[in-house]
């Protein structure tokens, strides 16, 4: 795979790493490119135990990811790997063939950051399960099965019999990333290395997979290594940090120690940008005065339903994906909206600017209502609405130069400008995120994942709208570059009195950009408060649920929260609980609360469904 066979120096002694089970000295990985070699990995030394958890922490372009595809022979044609690293007595750098197939999947488990790239579209979970199982196992067909279905309910998978049958895009993204690490573990391997395994998923699902690594490391002897850029996520699972910066370990040791007094400036900068402190801790913020006018955008009673059709469904399901959402958002204001993935939030959104069909209720902007505009009309109105989509790069087009995606809409809503006048607009515009104007003439496979996001948002604000809808904006970017992103948006909004729409199940974020927060459980509004209020005080048991999951960076209090999270996985919208959607996970449910959905009830600037709120507060 492009490595080139080790060269170990005489320093690089393993006799003191007889215990470990990987051992790594002086790795470097290289990568030949048209203006010279790019050096990724500097000299890397480190080592894990069976039984113990490494977390490797660093931001994108770190090196903290090719160190360890360069062990498993995964790196691109154009790398290289010097160096050793070790599986006990196997040397892994220039290892191939038939002999890097016995570590590969056997020996050295491997669950990446993406699931659905990293599961066969077309097989379903019990076939890929089964080849790993029958390839390095040796075992018959129905042994296979029956094991797939044990390592489906180790991992704590829900219905493991029918998960068996399904294709990954039937599943939820907590229940692929199940998926992927029951795979990882098919062949019982000594090391499991997860990378980025919670990246873009929500909050609580991300404490569940934590909570499941601990677990597996806890009980199966498992040698584990956790690669992320969210140093909170380790504190509950790594018992010692490896900290990367551009390709160079620089600081190491035990998970207390290092979140505890971190030695290196860069480390307390990690600290300071990772996932927020525990909500008692949150400042009241003060609303702009920007928020003191009428409503700019008002949602009334909004319902959005599909006709559903499936293997496993009866023709045309129905399925409400929002029922009875309202909400109103001042002028200059910004309204974060929260929940889990499958809560309406992305539906909500696309709702409000009509880029799907509402089946009920009203969307009226600026005293317009958008369902009653004719084609032309709304097309006009686009200008002034604008959103950016959760995934950066997937929602730019890959035949487009950057300076041409940028200018699209200035050639569909600004016609009077010419090609001169346009060209200044897109280098301001590039300018106002922070991207060099050297980057214009590239295509969005030659961005990072934060420099497309900027590009996302330079191609919205380049037609200054009035609202900007953000979906997800910052899910997949490591602290620093979500902390870029975040600024920016905040520096646009105070400039050109921006009201904003804010989604995502990153609460830290949440709490830092947006006045008020709206709390959304299976299509359906639980809470709506101002944002220092629910951090300080959620009154909804799925709030508190939501800010107990959100990970904090010590490691004496994180191991207990996780391992109180409990499994599972909000209803399927196909068939929601009756009465209180989120009856089925709250401790506090009593039996009003399976006959029908609570009433929304609005005292001191908060909105609530909720039967026992006033004796649980």
Not at 16 to 32: E, N, Y
Not at 307 to 322: H, S
Not at 378 to 399: C, V, W, Y
Request: proline content about 6%; charged content about 20%.
């Amino acid at each position: 795979m492009g490595c080139a066979m080790p060269s170990i120096p005489a320093s690089a002694d393993h006799s003191q790493d007889a215990a470990a089970v990987l051992s790594v000295r002086r790795l470097s990985v290289a990568f030949d490119t048209p203006n010279g070699a790019v050096q990724a990995v500097r000299d890397v030394t480190l080592s894990v135990a069976a039984g113990e958890c490494l977390g490797v922490v660093g931001e994108s372009g770190s090196g903290k990811s090719q160190l360890f595809l360069a062990m498993l022979g995964l790196l691109a044609a154009n790398g290289r790997a010097t160096g050793s690293a070790r599986l006990g007595q196997t040397e892994l750098i220039g290892l191939r063939g038939p002999a890097l197939d016995r570590v590969r999947g056997v020996q050295i488990g491997m669950v990446f950051q993406d699931p659905m790239t990293s599961l066969t579209p077309h097989l379903t979970i019990g076939a890929q399960l089964a080849e790993v199982l029958r390839r390095h196992r040796g075992l018959e067909r129905a042994a296979a099965r029956a094991r797939a279905e044990g390592l489906l309910e180790r991992v704590h998978v829900s219905d493991p019999a029918r998960r068996l049958e399904q294709y990954p895009h039937e599943l939820s993204g907590g229940m692929r990333q199940r998926a992927m690490i029951a795979i990882a573990l098919a062949a019982e391997p000594r090391l499991l290395i997860a990378d980025e395994p919670t990246t873009s998923l929500d909050v609580t699902i991300q404490a569940q997979i934590l909570a499941l690594l601990a677990e597996l490391k806890g009980t199966h002897g498992l040698a584990l290594v956790l690669i992320t850029h969210d140093v909170a996520a380790l504190a509950g699972v790594a018992d010692r940090v490896a900290v990367m910066r551009h390709g160079t370990l620089i600081e190491t040791g035990p998970v207390r120690e290092v979140l505890r007094t971190p030695r290196d400036p860069y480390t307390r900068e990690l600290l300071q940008e990772s996932s927020a402190p525990p909500p008692v801790q949150v400042a009241a913020r003060t609303p702009s005065a920007a928020a003191a006018g009428g409503a700019a955008l008002s949602v009334r009673d909004l319902g959005v339903r599909y006709r559903v059709r499936g293997r496993w469904l009866e023709p045309a399901t129905p399925l409400a994906a929002l029922t009875g959402v309202s909400l109103e958002l001042r002028a200059g204001e910004s309204l974060g909206i929260v929940g889990e993935s499958g809560s309406g939030k992305s539906t909500l959104a696309r709702a409000v600017l009509r880029l799907l069909d509402a089946s009920s209720g009203r969307v009226v902007w600026m005293g317009r209502e958008l369902a009653t505009l004719r084609s032309p009309e709304l097309r006009a109105l686009r200008r002034d609405l604008q959103i950016i989509f959760q995934e950066p790069l997937g929602s730019l087009d890959p035949r487009m130069t950057v300076a041409e995606i940028i200018e699209e809409p200035l050639l569909v809503h600004e016609r009077s400008l010419d090609a001169a006048a346009r060209r200044a607009v897109v280098a301001t515009a590039l300018a106002r995120v922070g991207l060099a104007a050297a980057l214009a003439g590239r295509y969005p496979h030659e961005l990072s994942g934060g420099q497309g996001q900027r590009v996302g948002i330079a191609r919205a604000m380049v037609l200054a709208p009035r609202l900007l809808v953000c979906d997800e904006p910052v899910s997949a970017l490591d602290a620093p570059t979500q902390r870029q992103i975040v600024s920016l948006l905040g520096e646009l909004r105070r400039a050109q009195g921006l009201t904003l729409l804010f989604i995502s199940h990153n609460l830290a974020v949440v709490r830092e950009l947006c006045e008020r927060v709206l709390v959304l459980y299976l299509g359906r509004r639980v809470e709506l408060a101002p944002a220092a209020e629910l951090f300080a005080a959620p009154r909804h048991p799925y709030s508190r649920e939501l800010l107990a999951a959100i990970p904090v960076a010590d490691a004496d209090v994180q191991p207990a929260r996780l391992a109180a999270v409990r499994a599972g996985e909000p209803p399927s919208p196909l068939d929601p609980p009756s009465g209180c959607v989120y009856r089925t996970r709250c401790a506090q449910a009593a039996a009003q609360c399976a006959v029908r959905f609570p009433e929304w009830e609005e005292e001191g600037g908060r909105g609530i469904a909720c039967y026992r709120w006033r004796e649980l507060a």
